[in-house]
């Protein structure tokens, strides 16, 4: 099960691109919308972040950062954000592999990849939303905005 | 995915017959293929039907993988500032894989578009921000690609590219109206 609203952000440290590392608490005082997805390259997981690419402006708007997360390696990674135009980060859990995808009870261990799961995180690091997404399916991102215009209003 | 928000009002963009009982909402991005192959079954779905259906086009350009959506949704805003919408809609698609910004104003030319008029509005912020908050209002209600429809505000799951996906689904909804 993935973690849910209640939970602590488990903290990571990965390449977000061949010589730079993020880590959850360098994104302390913002908003984190992280996606976990199972491949860059495939069908679904290419329109999901392409909408999270168009979305960014209303991200920001609600003070929210939106990371991609998915075991592909940096470089698979960087040829993917160049290809697709991405204007925000893709993390390696590529070593060990699915650590962190696991930390979030995010890893499918049949086929070696992460789950397409979402999680919003607070100012605070509290996860305070998550959905998990069967494979196929593209969640788009209203649940994340709804979620995000909830904090504003709590 | 589920509703429409916010639901069908006067500032978007209308055709076929306006009291219909059935209204299809359609989020498009003119440089998609997939909404091109949408745009020939909609010419049926409104010949066909008539006067049951109402339908609406509501802005969702990738701007990021498709350079030329977003200069297309403005040259068709900017043509409905001259109640030339549909017919600025309909080359765009018709002509898809030739659309570039000089391409546009022969498209605008063609059309009889007053191009000082034409040009001008396409410089306009209210026509900006009008795509911007069609693109919210699809992120809002779910859109996660192109094209996408909901019917009297509920989302088609059952598009399969087919004509007769949509026929049906309308069919559905017109026995429940």
């Not at chain 1, 997805?37 to 402006?57: F, H, R, T």
């Not at chain 2, 055709?15 to 745009?39: M, Q, R, S, W």
């Not at chain 2, 570039?100 to 008029?117: E, H, R, S, T």
């Amino acid at each position: 099960m993935i973690l849910i609203k209640g939970n602590e952000a488990p903290s990571f440290d990965l390449f977000a691109t061949p010589d730079q590392r993020l880590k959850l608490s360098d994104l302390k005082g913002r908003r984190v919308i992280l996606a976990f997805y199972p491949s860059d390259w495939s069908p679904v997981c290419g329109d999901q972040m392409a909408i999270y690419n168009e979305s960014l402006k209303l991200f920001h708007k609600l003070n929210a950062e939106v990371i991609g997360v998915s075991v592909d390696s940096k470089w698979c990674h960087m040829a993917f954000a160049q290809n697709r135009s991405l204007h925000f980060p893709l993390l390696s859990d590529f070593e060990p592999k699915g650590n962190v995808s696991r930390l979030y009870g995010a890893y499918n261990e049949i086929e070696g990849q992460s789950k397409r799961a979402l999680f919003v995180i607070d100012e605070e690091g509290v996860i305070q939303w998550s959905h998990l997404s069967p494979d196929g399916i593209n969640p788009g991102a209203d649940g994340i905005i709804e979620a995000l215009e909830k904090l504003d209003n709590s | 995915m589920s509703k429409l928000k916010p639901g069908v009002s006067t500032k978007d963009h209308h055709t076929g017959n306006v009291k219909a009982p059935i209204i299809l909402v359609e989020y498009g991005d003119f440089e998609c293929p997939h909404c091109k192959h949408a745009h020939k079954l909609m010419k049926r779905l409104l010949k066909e039907w008539g006067d049951s259906l109402h339908f609406v086009f509501r802005n969702f350009p990738l701007r990021e993988i498709h350079p030329n959506a977003y200069p297309s949704a403005i040259a068709a805003e900017a043509a409905g500032r001259q109640n030339k919408f549909w017919e600025m809609h309909d080359l765009i698609f018709e002509n898809q894989s030739a659309i570039n910004p000089d391409f546009l104003i022969m498209l605008a030319k063609q059309i009889g578009l007053d191009l000082v008029q034409f040009k001008e509005d396409m410089q306009s912020n209210t026509i900006l921000k009008k795509i911007d908050m069609d693109f919210e209002s699809g992120i809002r209600s779910g859109v996660n690609g192109t094209p996408t429809f909901f019917l009297n505000g509920a989302y088609v799951s059952t598009y399969d590219e087919s004509y007769e996906s949509l026929a049906n689904a309308i069919q559905d909804k017109l026995q429940e109206v």
